[in-house]
């Protein structure tokens, strides 16, 4: 009697095992899913690979066929020229964020939109999800600038950080976890124009 009260007990153990095994591939699989979409919801400037497309497309052509290459240089805002397309005509690009307002029920933190305006467009709106964007600007030798960069010293830009931040509109629900799924893209770029500027 004992021999089979401790083996129901073993056998009970080991079948919870594998079901909280099970619900946990589970739950991380909904999670992979969910970060699938938030990327997918972040190719356009409505997705965050579109918008990191852009922006890496955009940025390394800063200065191109200009010498005064910076005209806003913040935190969380950049107007700069150069010609992107390569056909003679200087463009002049600005990013900044927009403030949205977030229904009731949704992720508090989606608080901003992406605003990408060339020349005398009225404005491309993308960045669907946008928690956070961030600009950090670096001189020659590697040395932060500060924010924003005083007109004076926008020549001394020579790269850009870029931080862009997006989230799931709906949480992860689960017994575990109530966060939102979340992306992040960074890159460093040094546009090739900037080098030549003394």
Not at 26 to 40: A, D, G, I, K, P
Not at 53 to 67: P, Q, V, W
Not at 97 to 105: D, E, Q
């Amino acid at each position: 009697m004992m021999d089979i009260a401790g083996a129901a007990i073993f056998f009970g153990a080991i079948l919870l095992m594998v079901m909280k095994l099970n619900i946990s591939l589970m739950e991380t699989n909904y999670q992979s899913n969910t970060r699938v979409m938030t990327h997918e919801q972040l190719a356009g400037v409505d997705t965050l690979a579109g918008a990191a497309k852009i922006l890496d497309e955009d940025f390394s052509k800063i200065g191109a066929n200009t010498s005064n290459a910076f005209v806003i240089a913040d935190s969380n805002r950049i107007t700069f020229k150069g010609d992107l397309d390569n056909n003679g005509v200087v463009d002049s690009v600005k990013y900044s964020l927009v403030n949205l307002t977030i229904p009731a029920g949704e992720n508090p933190n989606l608080k901003y939109r992406l605003l990408r305006r060339q020349n005398t467009e009225t404005g491309i709106q993308g960045g669907v999800g946008v928690s956070q964007f961030k600009l950090s600007y670096y001189d020659s030798l590697g040395r932060a600038l500060a924010a924003p960069v005083a007109s004076g010293s926008l020549s001394k830009i020579r790269s850009i950080k870029i931080q862009v931040q997006a989230q799931s509109r709906s949480r992860i629900k689960n017994d575990i976890d109530t966060t939102f799924a979340s992306a992040y893209w960074e890159r460093i770029i040094s546009p090739r124009n900037l080098r030549a500027v003394k």
